[in-house]
């Protein structure tokens, strides 16, 4: 992916990670000349709006069919690892975190679909085989330790699962951002 950066929306900077009195913060890398600041799921947002979301497929077995189903899923603090490594140590988002990226998907991929879990009580975006439609994953397939966690977070090398890059709708991303990621 490169070196990515978020343009400063004063200077000519771009925003970096700081940890300040108040909690983690993006400022912009001309302080103390520009004192420009985004909340981190400002940062993030903008860096949906201007890069999008990448979606990555790999072939897993199928727990009750026994086939092997293609699944599916994004990674967004292994994106944003590229702007600064702290989102490398976060717990990962992806299928059934943010439901703008999740309604996205399920458009695209005919086996990303809204199931229901009696035992949760509730509805969640989930994998579901192609074969037999059983759902793929513990509850939510993020649970689950990916098969591709290796070449994600080791090897640094995602090319091989890159599936499409999705431009998302970000009229309610800023809110689900917020709710998503709490720590900021």
Not at 56 to 81: G, M, N, R
Not at 120 to 149: R, S
Request: glycine letters at 6%; aromatic letters at 14%; proline letters at 3%.
């Amino acid at each position: 992916m490169g070196h990515l950066h978020i343009q400063c929306k004063i200077c000519e900077g771009h925003y970096v990670i700081r940890d300040g009195k108040y909690g983690i913060f993006a400022g912009c890398s001309r302080y103390p000349v520009c004192k420009s600041t985004l909340k981190i799921p400002e940062l993030v947002y903008e860096f949906i709006r201007k890069y999008g979301v990448n979606i990555y497929q790999w072939q897993k077995q199928c727990w009750k069919c026994q086939q092997e189903t293609p699944v599916y899923s994004y990674y967004l603090y292994y994106e944003l690892s590229e702007l600064d490594p702290i989102f490398s140590v976060l717990h990962g988002i992806g299928v059934g975190d943010i439901s703008s990226i999740d309604r996205l998907l399920s458009l695209n991929v005919p086996t990303v679909k809204m199931k229901y879990s009696k035992t949760l009580n509730e509805h969640y975006m989930a994998n579901v085989c192609l074969h037999c439609g059983a759902i793929q994953g513990h509850n939510y397939v993020v649970t689950d330790p990916h098969e591709i966690i290796n070449s994600l977070w080791h090897n640094h090398d995602m090319n091989n699962y890159f599936f499409k890059n999705l431009k998302i709708d970000t009229s309610t991303l800023l809110g689900e951002l917020k709710r998503c990621m709490e720590w900021s």
